[in-house]
């Protein structure tokens, strides 16, 4: 009975130690808990997948995946669904989805319990439990991310168009992003609420026509097509536009629906085409043909984050229950309560704390978003962001956390350049110009049959330069030219540009090109090549006008008035003389002064005196005798003083006149603009040349701005030519024209009217217009510099500057010596009044000399023409400077020789002797008396 009793006793511990041992090999079952939004959605396959891939890996720990779908609409039903859950499972871990519904439950319920619970979504909240762990990138660092994405984008203005308050919250961060100049007015960061749709259009609207082509879009998913669609509507989907989309799902939307070129970035944390997403996929195809699940073929870009993170946290969450129950730790789980409160799970506290910090780097055998790090609040700090060219396949760069501010990229710096080289080379350039000679004009076809297309309308310097250009790059381009002609001024009224820069801004052209001046006001909203010309503000005017030469300009300084009235006063006062003089009792004088009682006095102002002494004293030259009476004298005083103040504005009125042609040209430069304001000067409408005045603190410049500004009518041209065209047409030299010096050196080379006057107001250069941050910006550079180290851009300005000018040169200018000189010209009527009045003293003398000849030949008795040719032999006789009172005649004429040769004689004694008492005297054998001219 004993042994019986021992045997049973026996049986007993051997079948509690094989109960035992049996017991310690099965697996512990740990129940794993998963909300999802939708039934047999991919979360929830990629769930169930991880699970029983692992069950079928390990055979301690056995995890029974339970998932459930989240009520949407009633969040009591959810929480009283996870407390039943609780309280009839062996919860080991809770994953909840990023549903608002039940993510707040599911943390409180496992706070309250020491359940852990795994969050797959953003989390905006910065409260974190004990026992929560978040496998979404942390907003901070992900935000961080981005904001290194659109630094590296170089983006200079941005506009940010987001859903609700909420996503502005989370753009904070990439609002930081560039250090913004807050007073560059073109630099900017425009906020703009989207609204909560369906209709965007009302916020889409306000960046029309704003010059705004950086968009970044803060949306959901599923919204994305919706806004993009409808900003095509309005032009925003154009190709120059850039949208940055910071949804981690948008590779899941089909962008090509949007039939668009814009250019797209986008962004996301896992890369399709890695081995450990191919073989997820494979897993979850299999899965859901196991479980007849349609769907099966997935395509690897409708994955959302939310999955991939599904994927990637089952996995570490096993790994870490099975990790740390090989370290002998508790991880069994139990039924628990809500009710009580008290009643919490021990090893679910050490789970969350192992899971925090836990190196998951085996984790990177499976994962798919990068193994993951957590820090103490169980926020994940490490993922990558993989920067996507378009939204799918073109993976470009890739973040991460570890070094924020550097963008890896995977393709080299010069493969990237490549790739741009040769998609630039595969399309057209689009460069837009304007006609204005030489840089680009109209071809004249050759023949009426020719017909001009294409580039082939146009020739100038800007075809050639953009056609060498071209070559050295290898690219194809098409030339656009703007009718209105403007360059590209900025209207602060309607906070718009126009001209090419306006093209360049909406994208019609690629580059621009003309006699486009590089501003810093432009410069703020297209980029410039290099210089290619330099050139500086000058002043166009006209030459001195070559008048006819005047040869009475010696007339020009009195009035014909003038010269009347002092002609009639010359007479009047010669007369008034002769009149004074004979009532003067002094001026009647003793003829024979060595007869002390004369018989007879005498007046010497006779008309012909009178007449001599009054010109002598207009012309400066006084006169051998001169009046002595107190009357005459004081007449003739006055008539000095007439003549002296007469002859001296004369001779200052002559100088001034004589040299007018020279004193025309006083404008020598800007100052001698400024300083008059008889000429009018003016400038370009719209274009940097007008600027420079109006923004100039230069006290001369804004002095001449003013005028500019007040002057009536405009003094503000459309074009060059035009104000070329009013310089040359302006009256009296009255309009200037300030113009850059490259195109007034080409216009006076062949309008000689013209020319340039002063130096260089200032400095700059011409430079090729592109859009910011053009990709090929420093290509055209080198292109440019290569060219000028060439010499070609020279050779090009020489071409269209001197050799293709149908019209000729101007001839070389004068030295201006001797445009200073007096031409023969301006005094030939002096020299002519000099000839006339010679050719009539001459005619005087020779009428004075054949009546002398008459008076010898009546006097002498001889013939007329044998006094004439006595006389005349004598005249002409040089050698004899001596003549005898009475002409010497041969003797056979003697006898005919006048009596009145004593009389003649006695005439040319002077008319101190009484010529009329000789005559009384005179008898008629007196002609005896003959006289010979001295030998
Ligand atoms: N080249 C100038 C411009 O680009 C035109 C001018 O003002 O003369 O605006």
């Known amino acids: 009975m004993k042994i019986a009793y021992q045997n049973v006793i026996w049986w007993f511990f051997f079948a509690v130690y094989n ?85 707040p439950i599911v943390e409180s319920v496992g706070d309250n319990l020491n359940i852990p619970a795994i969050q797959v979504g953003w989390r905006p909240s910065a409260t974190y439990t004990d026992i929560l762990v978040n496998v979404y990138p942390v907003p901070t660092l992900l935000f961080q991310g981005l904001r290194a994405i659109v630094r590296n984008l170089q983006w200079r203005s941005i506009v940010v168009f987001y859903e609700t308050a909420e996503n502005l919250i989370r753009l904070q961060d990439i609002l930081k992003t560039q250090d913004y100049n807050s007073g560059n007015k073109y630099n900017s960061l425009m906020l703009k609420e989207l609204g909560p749709g369906p209709d965007y259009r009302s916020a889409l609207k306000q960046i029309q026509n704003k010059s705004e082509y950086r968009i970044i879009l803060d949306c959901k998913t599923e919204n994305i097509v919706p806004i993009l669609r409808q900003a095509k509507e309005l032009k925003l989907l154009e190709p120059h536009f850039s949208y940055f989309l910071t949804s981690l799902d948008a590779h899941t939307v089909d962008l090509k629906v949007l039939n668009s070129s814009v250019n797209v970035t986008t962004v996301r944390i896992f890369e399709p085409e890695s081995d450990n997403f191919k073989t997820a996929i494979s897993n979850w195809n299999n899965y859901m043909k196991k479980m007849n699940i349609p769907g099966v073929g997935l395509d690897p870009y409708s994955v ?65 978003t990068t193994p993951m790090k957590f820090d103490h609040l169980g926020r994940r700090t490490n993922f990558s962001i993989f920067v996507v060219e378009g939204n799918r396949d073109d993976v470009v760069a890739k973040w991460n956390p570890s070094d924020p501010d550097v963008l890896q990229f995977f393709k080299s710096e010069e493969d990237r350049n490549k790739e741009l080289e040769r998609k630039w080379s595969e399309g057209i350039v689009t460069v837009a110009s304007i006609l204005g000679p030489p840089y680009l004009m109209k071809k004249k076809p050759k023949s009426e049959t020719d017909l001009l297309e294409g580039n082939n309308r146009y020739e100038g310097f800007s075809m050639d330069l953009i056609a060498l250009l071209a070559k050295d790059l290898n690219i194809k381009f098409k030339f656009e030219v703007l009718e209105s002609g403007q360059r590209g001024a900025y209207d602060k009224a309607t906070k718009s540009w126009n001209g090419l820069v306006r093209e360049i801004l ?13 501003t810093p006001e432009r410069r703020e909203v297209v980029d410039f090549s290099t210089p290619f010309m330099r050139l500086g503000i000058s002043i166009l005017y006209k030459k001195a006008e070559a008048k006819e030469a005047n040869m009475y300009a010696f007339l020009d300084p009195f009035s014909v008035k003038l010269w009347l009235y002092s002609a009639t006063l010359y007479l009047g006062i010669t007369v008034v003389l002769f009149f004074i003089s004979r009532i003067s009792p002094q001026d009647w004088e003793n003829p024979h002064p060595c007869e002390q009682e004369p018989e007879e006095l005498e007046n010497i102002w006779d008309m012909k005196n009178c007449l001599w002494l009054t010109l002598g004293s207009i012309m400066n030259q006084g006169c051998d005798i001169l009046p002595k009476g107190l009357a005459p004298r004081m007449a003739a005083s006055m008539w000095w003083f007439f003549s002296i103040i007469v002859t001296n504005s004369y001779m200052a009125n002559l100088a001034a006149f004589l040299t007018n042609e020279r004193s025309q040209a006083s404008i020598n430069s800007a100052e001698d603009l400024a300083k008059q304001t008889k000429i009018k000067y003016g400038t370009l409408e719209g274009g940097s040349t007008q600027n420079f005045f109006r923004d100039s603190n230069y006290s001369l410049y804004q002095r001449m701005w003013t005028s500019m500004e007040q002057s009536k009518p405009s003094v503000f041209e459309k074009s060059n030519d035009d104000g070329v065209a009013r310089v040359q047409n302006t009256k009296n030299r009255l309009y200037a024209f300030l113009m850059e010096s490259s195109t007034l050196e080409y216009q006076i080379m062949t309008k000689c009217d013209l020319k340039q006057v002063g130096n260089w107001l200032d400095s700059k250069g011409y430079g090729i217009a592109m859009p910011l941050d053009y990709p090929h910006r420093s290509r055209i550079n080198e292109a440019l510099l290569r060219m000028q180290e060439k010499g070609e851009i020279n050779r090009l300005k020489d071409k269209w500057w001197k050799e293709k000018r149908s019209e000729p040169p101007c001839p070389k200018e004068a030295e201006d010596q001797d445009a200073n000189k007096l031409a023969l010209q ?20 020779i009428l004075e000399f054949l009546w002398n000849v008459r008076s010898v030949s009546v006097d002498e008795h001889i013939s007329y023409m044998q006094a004439l040719k006595v006389e005349l032999m004598f005249a002409l006789d040089v050698r004899k400077t001596k003549k005898r009172a009475k002409p010497a005649v041969s003797e056979s004429s003697s006898s005919s020789r006048s009596p009145s040769m004593a009389r003649s004689f006695l005439q040319s004694a002077g008319s101190f002797l009484r010529l009329d008492k000789i005559n009384q005297l005179e008898t008629p054998g007196s002609s005896r008396h003959t006289s010979r001219p001295l030998e």
């Open 19 to 103: 109960y035992m041992s049996l017991a310690q090999d099965e697996p512990l079952n740990v129940d794993v808990v998963g909300f999802f939004d939708e039934k047999n959605g991919l979360s929830e396959i990629a769930f169930q997948t991880a699970i029983s891939n692992l069950n079928t890996m390990k055979d301690e720990i056995r995890f029974n995946p339970m998932s459930f779908v989240v009520n949407t609409t009633d969040s009591f039903e959810n929480s009283k669904s996870l407390c039943d859950i609780v309280e009839t499972s062996n919860v080991g871990g809770v994953f909840c989805p990023t549903s608002a519904k039940i993510a």
């Open 506 to 518: 909406d994208r019609r052209a690629e580059l621009a090109i003309c006699d486009l001046t590089i």
């Open 304 to 368: 959302k984050t939310e999955t991939a993170l599904m994927h990637d946290s089952v996995h570490m969450f096993l790994k870490c229950i099975t990790d740390l129950h090989a370290t002998g730790k508790s991880v069994e789980p139990t039924k628990l309560s809500c009710e009580n409160v008290d009643d919490k799970w021990v090893p679910g506290f050490d789970i969350a704390s192992f899971m925090k910090a836990y190196t998951h780097e085996t984790e990177g055998l499976y994962s798919i």
């Open 826 to 845: 301006n005094v030939g009527g002096v020299f002519i009044v000099l000839g006339v009045g010679l050719a009539l003293a001459y005619i005087v003398g």
